[in-house]
């Protein structure tokens, strides 16, 4: 189990910020992760990116990440669903 030490959601959520500005798919879903378990509040878009992504690759590792940004996605708070429509390299 890998426990974080991540004790900003506003710097987790920059850095996340970051990777999708870049095009950086994939360290995206991890900062994702990252980010929800630092309690940080996702804007729509950055779910939808990352879930793009996982769609697009079928890393099983990004999907089990993705999976747990969602399960721990606080309550009353919904997870966006899969549009398609944004772009990623």
Same mark, same amino acid.
């Given at each position: 189990?890998?426990?974080?030490?991540?004790?900003?959601?506003?710097?987790?959520?920059?850095?996340?910020? $970051?990777?999708?500005?870049?095009?950086? *798919?994939?360290?995206?879903? @991890?900062?994702?992760?990252? %980010?929800?378990?630092?309690?940080? #509040?996702?804007?729509?878009?950055?779910? $939808?990116?990352?879930?793009? @992504? @996982? #769609?697009?690759?079928? #890393?099983?590792?990004?999907?089990?990440?993705?999976?747990? %940004?969602?399960?721990?996605?606080?309550?009353?708070?919904? @997870?966006?669903?899969?549009?398609? *429509?944004? $772009?990623?390299?």
């Amino acid at each position: 189990m890998l426990h974080l030490a991540v004790n900003s959601p506003r710097s987790a959520l920059q850095l996340l910020t $970051r990777s999708i500005e870049f095009g950086h *798919g994939r360290l995206a879903v @991890v900062r994702l992760w990252i %980010a929800t378990e630092a309690g940080a #509040d996702i804007p729509e878009p950055h779910w $939808r990116y990352c879930r793009g @992504v @996982v #769609d697009a690759c079928g #890393d099983r590792t990004l999907t089990a990440l993705l999976a747990r %940004a969602e399960a721990h996605n606080p309550p009353g708070r919904p @997870v966006p669903v899969h549009s398609g *429509g944004l $772009r990623w390299n």
